[in-house]
């Protein structure tokens, strides 16, 4: 059974800091993009960042550009988003999703979503 579980959010103060993770079972974690999205409230799903573990290569939205960072860990079936500087727009529910080559955010293409973990970032 394929399962993303991701974990991480919590209340932060803008200019503040969280580690996501997204923990990854059931499936052959090398053969997978792993990307991050997120959405708030009355908003559409948003592409924030995916890595490929075929090539290495990754991808960060502009909109978070210079401000979070995306890793993995494949020993640990792992993936992270290292978010800093955060803002209050940033307050959103993060989700990891999966999907074969190559890194892309388009959500709907992605075949595989973990149930999400809040980020809350007050001003």
């Known amino acids: 059974e394929v399962q993303l579980q991701a974990s991480g959010g919590g209340l932060v103060q803008a200019g503040g800091s969280l580690r996501l993770s997204c923990a990854a079972s059931g499936f052959t974690f090398d053969d997978y993009v792993i990307g991050w999205f997120r959405q708030a409230p009355g908003k559409e799903r948003e592409g924030v960042s995916c890595i490929s573990h075929s090539d290495g290569s990754t991808y960060i939205a502009a909109s978070v550009k210079g401000r979070f960072t995306i890793s993995s860990d494949n020993a640990k079936n792992t993936v992270y988003l290292q978010m800093n500087k955060l803002k209050p727009e940033d307050t959103a529910v993060y989700y990891c999703?999966?999907?074969?080559?190559?890194?892309?955010?388009?959500?709907?293409?992605?075949?595989?979503w973990g149930q999400g973990t809040l980020v809350t970032v007050s001003s």
């Open positions: 999703a999966a999907v074969g080559d190559p890194c892309t955010i388009v959500a709907g293409i992605y075949d595989y």
